[in-house]
């Protein structure tokens, strides 16, 4: 009797080893590729203007993949979305370039492949700042410390001969930016579209200046992929990032279908989708070396970075190159 129970307890244990390691191995599964066999590819983005090319892919590129299948996963800060890059768990994003450069410098290898967009930031101000001058002492909001924004409110205050710190600096959330300003609770701030036109058609902000007046060919929010997916899945990179620049072609032509498309990823008032429009590109995403050189010099001058990654190390336009 107690033989058969010893039998019957060590085929439980042997089935129930089983259904684990098929329940491991089917996740492992989904993990990498969907039922119809093509790799899933995710990538982070903010419900910004700056990832547009990214939701016209996922709503009409994805038609044209063969090999892969788009998943675009939505994050609501840039640490949130860096800490998904850096640790694996989505295989790219569409982020502000100096946090990407900053993670290279620690150590994560991340690979530039394509511009998210070019200009189309401003530098937003009370109806009150008559000149940069009258920001002396005022609150003035950036998203993060490593970004193109935080350039270009140094580049602003350099022009006027002010110093950084002759203003109060503080870090914001992009959506809280318009009703701080409403508010009085800052004078002014720089960041990702659409909030800069939100203030402006709402008429509780002005536009001191646009980012090509501070800063030709800024480089600011870019399409990054781990190195790993692209050493070792090129293919299906490659593809992701063929649509990608078709994609932002598309995006270049601003007609309703632009509209229509980013208004899924962000609720946003047509009115303010177009003044953002106005100021931003998308015909041209190759991250050329001039202007990226430009950037690592600006993120030296402010400390922001004692060694930034060289352009060789952290530009991968082989992709892009061919997808043109």
Known sequence: ?????????????????????????????????????????????????????????????????????????????????????????????????????????????????ALGHRDGNVIVVSKDIKSVKDLKGKNFAIPHKFSTHNILLYQTLKKAGLKYNDVNVIELPPAEMPAALAEGRISGYVVAEPFGALSVAMNKGKVLFQSKDLWVNSVCCALVLRNE?????????????????????????????????SSKYMKVDKKVMDLSFQWISYDDLRLNKSSYEQLRKYMIEMGLSKNPPTYEDFVDNSLIDKAM
């Open 229 to 261: 997916f692209i050493r070792n899945e090129n293919q299906a990179a490659q593809e992701l990032v063929n649509e990608y620049v078709k994609s932002g072609k598309l995006a270049e032509l601003k007609d309703e279908q632009t509209h229509k498309i």
């Open 1 to 113: 009797m107690k033989k058969k129970l010893r039998r019957s307890f060590v085929l439980l244990l042997l089935i129930m080893n089983l259904i684990f390691l098929s329940a491991c191995g089917s996740s492992q599964v989904s993990s990498g590729s969907s039922g119809g066999g093509k790799r899933t590819i995710k990538i982070g983005y903010l419900p910004i203007t700056h990832a547009v090319p990214l939701y016209i892919e996922d709503e009409i590129g994805k038609k044209d993949f063969k090999n892969i299948k788009l998943e675009l996963v939505k994050f609501g800060s840039w640490p949130e979305l860096m800490d998904a890059l850096n640790t694996g768990r989505i295989d790219g994003a569409s982020v502000l370039v100096e946090l990407a450069m900053k993670a290279k410098e620690q150590g994560i290898d991340l690979k530039a492949v």
